[in-house]
């Protein structure tokens, strides 16, 4: 799952030449016992400052996971930027291998999804599982991540060299691992041509993400880590 109970992350977000437009953090929290026990991921994002005069941005997304299995059984998006609002939620039937995606604001959009085999993820979250595999330079492992109604199988493969990031928590090592669409026809932000990128440290044990790139091709926006709170 990538995070454990009590741990969160906070980054600073840039976008193109522009320092910190924004923050993200996302936070883990155990909940229930037993068989009923979950893990719930949330993720917050706002802009501020300056650029949230210009682009007022607010979102929250929630990943919702069975503690025993890992499997991802909810995950629900909410954002809002001037009068455009989003709220949607997929869940998960993996008896049927299918997924219920449902869009509160249109929803004729709503509908019933086909899962292919895997274990589906969030972007950001398949991102973050990686800090436990390890992976040595050149190697790569695949990953099914969901966004809107469509799921993206991916291979993330690490770059033959690793890189230097400067944090405010010091400088880091890092292994650059890239997610590309290498199985199948590339769709959504993968057919407009978009790139993502993460670092992930090797100093220690604790392998944090400690950068994020997101490449359009109006410009990149890069979230580099602020703050680490570590598990309880």
């Known amino acids: 799952m990538g995070l454990r109970d009590g741990e969160s992350l906070t980054y600073s ?28 991921v949330t993720t917050t994002t706002a802009t501020w400052g300056l650029a949230r005069g210009i682009f007022p941005f607010d979102a929250r997304g ?9 499997l991802l059984i909810s995950s629900s998006e909410w ?16 008896r049927k291998m299918t997924a219920m995606f449902t869009d509160e604001v249109h929803p004729e959009k709503s ?3 086909p899962m292919p085999q895997g274990n589906p993820s969030d972007l950001i979250l398949a991102l973050i599982q990686t800090r436990y595999w390890k992976l040595a330079p050149g190697q790569a492992r695949d990953a099914l991540v969901i966004f ?20 405010s928590m ?12 290498e199985k199948s026809p590339p769709i959504g932000m993968f057919k407009r041509g978009s ?14 993400p400690v950068r994020f ?12 880590l602020l703050n680490y709170q570590p598990p309880k």
Request: net charge neutral; aromatic share 12%.
């Open 213 to 224: 790139e997101v490449g359009f091709k109006f410009g990149t926006g890069t979230a580099t």
């Open 111 to 113: 509908r019933v999804i």
């Open 195 to 208: 790139t993502v990128r993460v670092w992930i440290e090797n100093n220690d044990d604790r392998r944090l």
């Open 62 to 70: 929630e990943s919702v996971y069975q503690a025993e299995s890992g």
């Open 148 to 167: 809107k109604d469509q799921f993206y199988p991916l291979t993330i493969r690490a770059e033959d060299e690793p890189d230097y990031v400067f944090t």
């Open 79 to 94: 954002s809002s930027y001037q009068d455009k609002v989003v709220r949607d939620s997929v869940s998960f039937n993996y």
């Open 13 to 40: 977000v840039r976008w193109g030449l522009i320092p910190s437009v924004g923050r993200i953090r996302i936070s883990a929290e155990a909940v229930g016992a037993g068989s009923a026990a979950v893990l719930r």
């Open 170 to 181: 010091g400088l880091f090592k890092a292994t650059v691992l890239v997610p590309r669409m």
